[in-house]
């Protein structure tokens, strides 16, 4: 079975940090985009970052850029989000997301059930 499982989530005053972990199982990864979302109450859910598997390629959100890190560890199968200087309005259930790096393949889409991060001011 395919899975994604978020961990790391946690309540947190403004200005501290949280690390999220994502954990793949099931299959490879490796040609695939691993990303985050989230989404806050009565709101969309929306693109935090990015990053493909096999390479160092990294998109941002620009309410992110400078405060949170995306990576991975091959080895243990796990892409992790550093979140620093985290404001009140960062709360929101993250998502772990793996995307097919390349048009015209069959491989679905992956989804992780989330996890909360509550910031407080």
């Known amino acids: 079975q395919v899975q994604l499982v978020e961990s790391g989530g946690g309540l947190v005053q403004a200005g501290g940090s949280l690390r999220l972990s994502c954990a793949a199982s099931?299959?490879?990864?490796?040609?695939?985009?691993m990303g985050w979302f989230r989404q806050a109450p009565g709101k969309e859910r929306e693109f935090v970052a990015t990053?493909?598997?096999?390479?160092?390629?990294?998109v941002y959100a620009d309410s992110v850029k400078g405060r949170f890190t995306i990576d991975r560890d091959s080895a243990k199968n796990t892409v992790y989000l550093q979140m620093n200087n985290l404001k009140p309005e960062d709360t929101a259930v993250y998502y772990c997301?793996?995307?097919?790096?390349?048009?015209?393949?069959?491989?679905?889409?992956?989804w992780g059930q989330g996890t909360q991060v509550t910031v407080s001011s």
């Open positions: 099931g299959r490879t990864f490796r040609s695939y985009y």
């Open positions: 990053r493909n598997w096999s390479g160092g390629s990294t």
């Open positions: 997301n793996a995307h097919p790096e390349f048009s015209g393949t069959m491989d679905p889409d992956y």
